[in-house]
């Protein structure tokens, strides 16, 4: 195969036994192997004939069945004889005309030819014995010269049988690739036509082939990518890494036969440092055999948009339609964390329940779409006001919430409840009116004032219900 390879030109092998031959009818046999190169691709040099080679087409001869369709019937008492080689030996015999070996020293006349047939050498070798003499009458002019002829036709027969051997090769390579080559285009109309882009990892050389939509979804110049698998694992997101690569090693623990394959997840970082979301899919197609995994191959689909859409309906499901602040859903998630988190670490955190004074008559006065301009401009001073750290949602109408994790003083909570009510106290500019409301606020501490959602939420209310009852725009603690 590698001579194949390297001169460009059918080569045969030496003397094999066909693996489908049974045990007790195998007979010796050959193989004529062609090189096939990468369509369009230099091949001049041996360096660029390894470089572009891209497989072998190969023909299987059995000695028996070749040799019995050179010539019909046998000459008497001439026994031909083809070894591998140019040392004659019985482990290097391919070939015997008859049952019984005539010994050389024992024949009457020896004929021996050597051959170069597609780069391997062979020995002809012909023994006539006294049948073939006395089937010349003792005329040994005649006798010699049958010799001679008989060797020589089987020489250009045999010349010719490969000869037609190598042709028969050359169309069968031809088909093959032409079939190859629809078969990978139907397939690349399949995968592409759907946004896939194909890969082909070898887990020996770490090399990664990929296809023409693979470099188009990572942005990536063709003839610029290195083509490794460090290359692709160096660009998924730390945070998914881990749960992508423990999906590769089930995979490649997977026994041959099993139909071993992974599926993840993740983003990847593309050529121009974006990120993008994509379906990753593989399967082993090959192991070696210590039953180790040699290929895999799969796909890539940019799920972005999908992603995004499910982004956007998630921070609908969580997030409050008119502010855009977190709603009761969502704030009551990360209020369990806190209450976790508390727990676990000895801290304290604040609950402040907030609650606008005078609402209702800007609704009445000036309509529902101003009163919900209004809801908004007060939803960006409370995020103004309150720490990175902090969470504030609306829980409907015009009441809002507000959590504020690791407080090292209840102080902290009072002053940062007194700089919302002061900043929601100065006049809201919408249009051309100038609107003026103010807030009562109520405030909880963990764990002084309750240990858990419900209790901690009842403190809250109760405060701001007082701050309501005391006159509102003030701030009260439970």
């Known amino acids: 195969m590698e001579r194949?390879?390297?001169?460009?030109?059918?080569?045969?092998?030496g003397k094999v036994q066909l693996k489908v031959d049974a045990a007790d009818n195998a007979q010796p046999a050959f193989i004529m192997y062609l090189p096939i190169y990468a369509r369009g691709q230099p091949r001049e040099t041996i360096a660029q004939r390894r470089a572009n080679l891209v497989g072998w087409v190969y023909a299987a001869f059995r000695m028996n069945d070749l040799m019995a369709s050179l010539y019909g019937e046998k000459v008497p008492g001439v026994t031909v004889e083809i070894h591998d080689g140019i040392a004659p030996s019985p482990a290097a015999l391919l070939y015997r005309s008859s049952l019984i070996e005539i010994p050389a020293d024992h024949a009457l006349l020896n004929a021996e030819e050597y051959l170069v047939i597609a780069g391997h050498n062979w020995t002809l070798s012909m023994h006539a014995d006294e049948e073939f003499k006395s089937h010349f009458n003792n005329d040994a002019a005649p006798l010699i010269a049958s010799t001679g002829v008989v060797l020589s036709l089987l020489l250009a027969i045999l010349a010719w049988l490969l000869s037609s051997g190598r042709a028969h090769a050359l169309k069968l390579a031809a088909t093959?690739?032409?079939?190859?080559?629809?078969?990978?285009?139907?397939?690349?109309?399949?995968?592409?036509?759907?946004?896939?882009?194909?890969?082909?990892?070898?887990?020996?050389?770490?090399?990664?082939?990929?296809?023409?939509?693979?470099?188009?979804?990572?942005?990536?110049?063709?003839?610029?990518?290195?083509?490794?698998?460090?290359?692709?694992?160096?660009?998924?997101?730390?945070?998914?890494?881990?749960?992508?690569?423990?999906?590769?090693?089930?995979?490649?623990?997977?026994?041959?036969?099993?139909?071993?394959?992974?599926?993840a997840e993740h983003r990847l970082r593309c050529y121009d440092g974006s990120w993008k979301w994509v379906l990753f899919r593989g399967m082993i197609i090959e192991w070696d055999k210590k039953d180790q995994p040699l290929r895999i191959i799969g796909t890539i689909t940019d799920i972005s948009e999908r992603k995004a859409t499910e982004e956007r309906i998630r921070h609908m499901a969580q997030h409050d339609a008119l502010t855009n602040l977190p709603n009761r859903a969502l704030f009551s998630d990360r209020l369990q964390h806190e209450l976790v988190a508390a727990k676990r670490n000895r801290e304290r955190f604040a609950l402040i329940f907030l609650d606008l004074d005078n609402f209702k008559p800007i609704n009445d006065n000036h309509g529902h779409g101003m009163g919900d301009r209004l809801l908004q401009a007060v939803a960006r001073r409370l995020e103004e006001s309150i720490r990175a750290s902090d969470t504030a949602g609306r829980i409907g109408g015009d009441e809002f919430i507000i959590l504020l994790p690791k407080l090292?003083?209840?102080?902290?909570?009072?002053?940062?409840?007194?700089?919302?009510?002061?900043?929601?106290?100065?006049?809201?500019?919408?249009?051309?009116?100038?609107?003026?409301?103010?807030?009562?606020?109520?405030?909880?501490?963990?764990?002084?004032?309750?240990?858990?959602?419900?209790?901690?939420?009842?403190?809250?209310?109760?405060?701001?219900?007082?701050?309501?009852?005391?006159?509102?725009?003030?701030?009260?603690?439970?």
């Not at 194949?4 to 092998?13: H, I, K, N, T, V």
């Not at 309750?450 to 209310?461: F, H, I, Q, Y």
Request: negative net charge.
């Open 4 to 13: 194949a390879r390297d001169s460009g030109m059918a080569a045969l092998s």
């Open 408 to 478: 090292h003083l209840a102080e902290d909570a009072l002053n940062l409840a007194e700089k919302i009510r002061l900043n929601l106290q100065r006049p809201f500019a919408i249009d051309e009116h100038e609107l003026n409301i103010s807030c009562s606020l109520g405030i909880a501490i963990y764990p002084e004032n309750g240990s858990d959602e419900v209790t901690l939420t009842k403190s809250a209310d109760q405060a701001l219900y007082r701050a309501k009852e005391e006159g509102r725009n003030k701030v009260v603690s439970a």
């Open 176 to 263: 093959m690739t032409r079939e190859l080559r629809e078969s990978e285009q139907r397939w690349a109309f399949a995968l592409e036509g759907a946004g896939d882009g194909v890969w082909d990892w070898n887990l020996q050389t770490r090399v990664a082939i990929t296809s023409r939509r693979w470099n188009e979804i990572v942005g990536c110049d063709e003839a610029g990518f290195t083509r490794t698998i460090d290359d692709w694992e160096s660009r998924i997101a730390p945070d998914d890494k881990l749960e992508v690569m423990a999906a590769i090693k089930a995979c490649l623990a997977s026994p041959p036969g099993k139909h071993a394959t992974c599926v």
